[in-house]
């Protein structure tokens, strides 16, 4: 492979790229285009990003440095290397996201009078209305615990609000106490809304932190408070299971989920004020070295500043409201199931997210519950949310008596207890549940219903990129498609036996499946592209994806470039491929688009001489996705919705001047700068699919 950079640099390092990635949505937090509450908003999903960013990720570092501390990554650095620039990019993040929020942010917010009370700027009057709520709402919740050899250091649940109070004097037992930990309990609101009367502004608000600083002498009455510090640990939250030891995966999973919640500390949050021998108190309490604690001005627990967003009814201040339209035909008031159907049949139907509705989804799934023809549903859940209408649809199949078949995925990162008493309710009313493959998620997207139609069976499937999560269809983009075509859902129905019996490997017609024909499919036609570029045609690759990190198609695509073949990437996340390096990757370019909604969808294209093959898939190009998961690629083949992919997908995010950011040789992004009209991809689509709202460019 020619190439002017070393074989050790033609890959990233996936964790420096993670957190370029939330500089890029810090980035929309600074813009001073975006809503002064979604500013807010997004400085509190960087926070909630980097929470699991250290749960996951630094955790894997950490085990690395205890492992195997001398063997390289793909970028060649070591676990120590890696280890020491993240910690300086983090640090360097938070310190960003802490002062916008400070200098910028919340002074404006005050200005639009949505204030915080901080203790030190009560009134008399203020301080006597918080004193009474902490009395009477607070205090009563609260278990101060004074450490000695009779009460030792409480055990800490994860990304949990704790104080560490110092204190002089004796007890009423005679006992000198320096140190009590004081930990908040869930159950407690972070956020108090002061009288508008007392507040002088439309929506004050005091932070659980505040009453805590002002009155939690009175957790220890006859004792001197000398500070009051707020701290949080984060821990190790990635769940182990023993595939060769396991027997019932439903069983062994709700055994680890009990530990989650104490597993090693990665991260010492506390406040800038904290005394630095208290800091190395409980930095020594957690394992955790100097480098570890994250002192920051401001409350360790920003992500619970979001709800701020929620509760202050200022529209003017966040996006404009967005209805999402739902398309023809299922916009027919009176569509019956057999009308449902028969729009399916007729041909295929594409459905792009937030722009279309989710709702013909859920119309879909009624109409198989609630249709005497349908005598089978079959479902792949991987996230569903808590309350789900989609679930309840499917409980109630079952209890009809249709045969339901829903393979739950267990393993569903932070999903995983809602997905267990999911699994348990279906499970009570005679559905089959199954929980697909032990050491292989189950990611791919997928239902389908048989129907008697005419004394044949005739399957229904809808395929998409996203999860059946109603809340997420709000506010990811996602492509979906119903089908009847015969080649897709009989494949469908192979999987969905594969995933709950037992055999060989099913020969497929027309979807690609990982962990079996994704990847060398992708593979082969990048290869066929390199082939036509060769012979002088006109050779193409375009992907839209969350993550870019398997390195046999990063190397597959540095060939192709060279090559000739044009490769435009559009990529959210994190890609370790680098773009635009002479002699590797020059006819490369990478695109990460951040905005209002949250890029999701996987689309992959090759141009193929003209005879466009065009993908949609439940799978980015990670290693994990193509030989870990069991995910699912399934063809466009409509002329008109391959037309839409490629422009929803691609052509209109290449124009795209205000979401879009380049990433350079060296891994670094920088925004687009363009003299042609102003595009924003998001507002073009909202626009152009057609729902209710305030779309102008």
Same mark, same amino acid.
């Given at each position: 492979m ?5 074989v050790n640099?033609?890959?990233l390092?996936r964790?420096?790229? =993670? %957190?370029k ?6 980035a /929309?937090?600074e813009?001073?285009r ?9 400085? !509190?999903?960087?926070s909630s ?8 990720r630094?955790?894997? =570092?950490n085990e +690395?440095? &205890? ?6 990554? %793909?970028?060649?650095r070591t676990?120590e290397?890696?280890?020491?620039t ?12 802490y002062a916008?929020l400070?200098?910028?942010?919340l002074?404006?917010l005050?200005?639009?009078g949505? @204030?915080?009370?901080m ?5 008399e ?8 709520? *902490?009395q009477?709402?607070? @205090?009563? %919740? =609260?278990?101060p615990?004074g ?7 409480p055990r800490?649940?994860?990304?949990s609000?704790n104080?560490a109070?110092?204190?002089?004097g ?9 140190i ?10 972070r956020?108090t809304?002061?009288p508008?009367?007392?507040?002088g502004?439309? #929506?004050?608000?005091?932070m659980?932190?505040?009453f ?7 957790l220890?009455?006859g004792m001197?408070?000398?500070? !009051?510090?707020?701290?949080r640990?984060?821990?190790?939250s990635d ?5 060769e ?6 069983h062994? $999973?709700?055994?680890? /989920?009990t ?7 990665v991260r010492?949050?506390l406040?800038? &004020?904290?005394?630095p ?6 930095l020594?309490?957690?394992?955790? +070295?100097?480098?570890d604690a994250?002192r ?9 500043l979001?709800? =701020? ?12 409201e *967005?209805?999402?339209?739902v398309?023809p035909? *299922?916009d027919?008031?009176?569509l019956?199931?057999?009308? @449902?159907f028969?729009?399916?049949a ?6 792009h997210h937030?722009y ?10 009624t109409a198989a519950a609630?249709?005497?023809?349908v005598?089978?549903i079959?479902q792949?859940?991987?996230?569903t949310g808590?309350?789900?209408?989609l @679930? ?5 199949a ?5 045969e339901v ?10 999903d995983?207890?809602?997905n267990i008493n ?6 009570e009313?005679?559905?089959?549940v199954?929980?697909?493959?032990v ?5 791919a ?10 004394g ?5 499937? #809808?395929?998409g990129?996203?999860n059946y #999560?109603?809340r997420t269809?709000r $506010?990811?983009?996602d492509f979906g498609?119903?089908t009847a075509d015969?080649?897709i859902c009989e494949?469908?129905?192979q999987?969905f ?7 060989e490997?099913r020969?497929?017609k027309?979807? $690609?499946?990982?962990? *079996?024909?994704l ?5 082969s ?6 082939r036509h570029a ?7 690759v ?6 870019? $990190?398997?390195p046999?198609?990063?190397e597959e695509?540095y060939?192709?470039?060279?090559a ?10 994190? !890609?370790t491929l680098?773009a635009?390096?002479?002699?590797l990757s020059d006819?490369?370019?990478?695109r990460?688009?951040?905005?209002r ?6 689309v992959?294209y090759?141009l193929?001489d ?14 994990r996705n ?14 008109d919705?391959k037309?839409?992919?490629v422009?929803?997908?691609?052509n ?17 992004y920088a925004?687009?700068k363009?003299?042609?009209k102003p ?11 057609g729902?209710?709202?305030s779309?102008s460019?």
């Amino acid at each position: 492979m020619a190439s002017r950079l070393p074989v050790n640099e033609l890959f990233l390092n996936r964790e420096l790229a =993670l %957190l370029k990635f939330n500089e890029r949505v810090l980035a /929309l937090a600074e813009d001073e285009r975006t809503p002064l509450l979604e500013r807010l908003r997004f400085v !509190c999903i960087v926070s909630s990003n980097l929470d699991e960013f250290f749960e996951i990720r630094v955790a894997a =570092l950490n085990e +690395q440095l &205890s492992q195997n501390p001398r063997v390289k990554g %793909l970028d060649g650095r070591t676990p120590e290397e890696v280890f020491q620039t993240v910690s300086a990019s983090a640090h360097a993040l938070i310190d960003r996201q802490y002062a916008l929020l400070n200098q910028v942010i919340l002074p404006r917010l005050q200005g639009e009078g949505v @204030m915080l009370h901080m203790a030190h700027t009560w009134t008399e009057a203020q301080r006597e209305w918080a004193h009474e709520v *902490f009395q009477m709402d607070v @205090m009563p %919740l =609260l278990t101060p615990i004074g450490l000695d050899p009779a009460h030792p250091f409480p055990r800490v649940f994860n990304k949990s609000l704790n104080f560490a109070v110092q204190l002089t004097g004796r007890d009423a037992f005679g006992r000198n106490a320096a140190i009590a930990i004081v930990q908040a309990p869930r159950a407690l609101p972070r956020l108090t809304q002061m009288p508008p009367e007392l507040s002088g502004h439309p #929506h004050g608000y005091v932070m659980l932190t505040s009453f805590m600083q002002a009155f939690v002498g009175d957790l220890f009455p006859g004792m001197k408070v000398n500070g !009051c510090y707020q701290w949080r640990v984060t821990r190790n939250s990635d769940l182990f299971v023993d595939d060769e030891e396991i027997t019932n995966l439903r069983h062994a $999973l709700q055994g680890e /989920l009990t530990q989650r919640h104490f597993g090693n500390g990665v991260r010492l949050e506390l406040a800038d &004020s904290t005394p630095p021998d208290l800091q190395q108190f409980l930095l020594k309490e957690f394992s955790l +070295q100097p480098r570890d604690a994250y002192r920051v001005d401001g409350p360790v627990n920003l992500s619970r500043l979001m709800q =701020l967003v929620d509760l202050v009814d200022r529209p003017d201040l966040k996006f404009a409201e *967005f209805r999402a339209a739902v398309p023809p035909p *299922f916009d027919e008031r009176s569509l019956t199931p057999d009308a @449902m159907f028969r729009a399916i049949a007729e041909k295929d139907r594409l459905l792009h997210h937030p722009y279309e509705s989710f709702q013909p989804v859920i119309d879909f799934l009624t109409a198989a519950a609630a249709d005497p023809s349908v005598v089978a549903i079959k479902q792949t859940i991987y996230r569903t949310g808590e309350d789900s209408e989609l @679930m309840r649809l499917l409980l109630a199949a079952a209890k009809s008596g249709k045969e339901v078949t829903v393979v739950v995925e267990l393993m569903a990162r932070f999903d995983e207890q809602t997905n267990i008493n999911w699994a348990s309710r279906l499970e009570e009313v005679g559905a089959h549940v199954v929980y697909g493959v032990v050491g292989h998620k189950t990611h791919a997207k997928m239902a389908l219903v048989l129907r008697h139609e005419k004394g044949r069976i005739r399957r229904y499937g #809808h395929l998409g990129t996203g999860n059946y #999560h109603p809340r997420t269809a709000r $506010l990811y983009t996602d492509f979906g498609m119903f089908t009847a075509d015969p080649r897709i859902c009989e494949d469908m129905d192979q999987i969905f036996a594969q995933l709950t019996g037992l055999g060989e490997q099913r020969k497929l017609k027309a979807l $690609l499946q990982a962990p *079996f024909s994704l990847h060398e499919t992708m593979v082969s036609m990048i290869r066929r592209e390199v082939r036509h570029a060769k012979a002088g045609k006109k050779a193409r690759v375009m992907a839209k994806m969350n993550s870019l $990190l398997e390195p046999t198609i990063i190397e597959e695509l540095y060939k192709a470039s060279q090559a000739g073949v044009q490769v435009d990437l559009v990529v959210r996340g994190v !890609c370790t491929l680098r773009a635009g390096v002479p002699g590797l990757s020059d006819n490369i370019t990478v695109r990460s688009l951040i905005g209002r909604f949250l890029e999701h969808s996987r689309v992959f294209y090759f141009l193929n001489d003209g005879q466009e093959a065009v993908y949609l898939a439940s799978a980015d190009w990670m290693d994990r996705n193509f030989f870990r998961r069991v995910e699912v690629a399934f063809p466009i083949f409509d002329a008109d919705l391959k037309k839409r992919v490629v422009d929803e997908a691609f052509n209109f995010a290449l124009r795209d001047t205000q979401l879009a950011w380049i990433q350079q040789p060296d891994g670094n992004y920088a925004r687009i700068k363009s003299r042609r009209k102003p595009m924003n991809l998001h507002t073009h689509l909202m626009a152009q699919l057609g729902g209710d709202a305030s779309t102008s460019e």
